[in-house]
T-cell receptor
């Protein structure tokens, strides 16, 4: 089976940095994805990690440690539009965690 | 716009009824996935088709079935509907079968069972 854990909610201030953690347990591992989802909308792809280390893409970075079953998504220079749910998912077909609802406040 | 098209966008139906949700994948994508998202369960994988063949099943109820047609569009059939089936149903597609392929989601079909 597969189990993915993320914090349910987080709040951060505009312009700040926030780190959203994800831990997973799987019988096999094919890669870890992060998606962003605004309420009532489709999830959109943010990042993919299959090897250990940090992947940077603009204001967003994602880190993976396969030995620890751990990933994080780092969002820098937070903007109000970053208020959304962030979904951690593993393998193919993707199995998603329940998501972390991020609120960015002024 | 992801390129994945789903119809209808909204659907209201009564308990016991049957509905069909339709999905057209991105041009050239051979894989189609169906997901169900309800408030308390998050995004749940239902089923995966690749080039017309079923490849993986997730938490799909026996009352639900799907197929992928030769033109690669897919349909999800939901029958004997119950109130608890009310959810947002997403279709997603990807180019290949290989691991690590990004999947792209459609806008979803909102199903309300009354």
């Amino acid at each position: 089976g597969q189990n993915i854990d993320q914090p349910t909610e987080m709040t951060a201030t505009e312009g700040a940095i926030v780190q959203i953690n994800c831990t997973y347990q799987t019988s096999g591992f094919n890669g870890l994805f992060w998606y962003q989802q605004h309420a009532g909308e489709a999830p959109t792809f943010l990042s993919y990690n299959v090897l250990d280390g940090l992947e940077e893409k603009g204001r967003f970075s994602s880190f993976l440690s396969r030995s620890k079953g751990y990933s994080y998504l780092l969002l820098k220079e937070l903007q109000m539009k970053d208020s959304a749910s962030y979904l951690c998912a593993v393998n193919t077909p993707l199995v998603f965690g329940k998501g972390t609802r991020l609120s960015v406040i002024a | 716009d992801s390129g994945v098209t789903q119809t209808p966008k909204h659907l209201i139906t009564a308990t016991g009824q049957r509905v069909t949700l339709r999905c057209s994948p991105r041009s050239g994508d051979l894989s189609v996935y169906w997901y169900q998202q309800s408030l308390d369960q998050g995004l749940q994988f239902l089923i995966h088709y690749y080039n017309g063949e079923e490849r993986a099943k997730g938490n799909i109820l026996e009352r639900f079935s799907a197929q992928q047609f030769p033109d690669l569009h897919s349909e999800l059939n939901l029958s004997s509907l119950e109130l608890g089936d009310s959810a947002l149903y997403f279709c997603a597609s990807s180019a290949l079968l290989a691991s690590g392929n990004t999947i792209y989601f459609g806008e979803g079909s909102w199903l309300t069972v009354v």
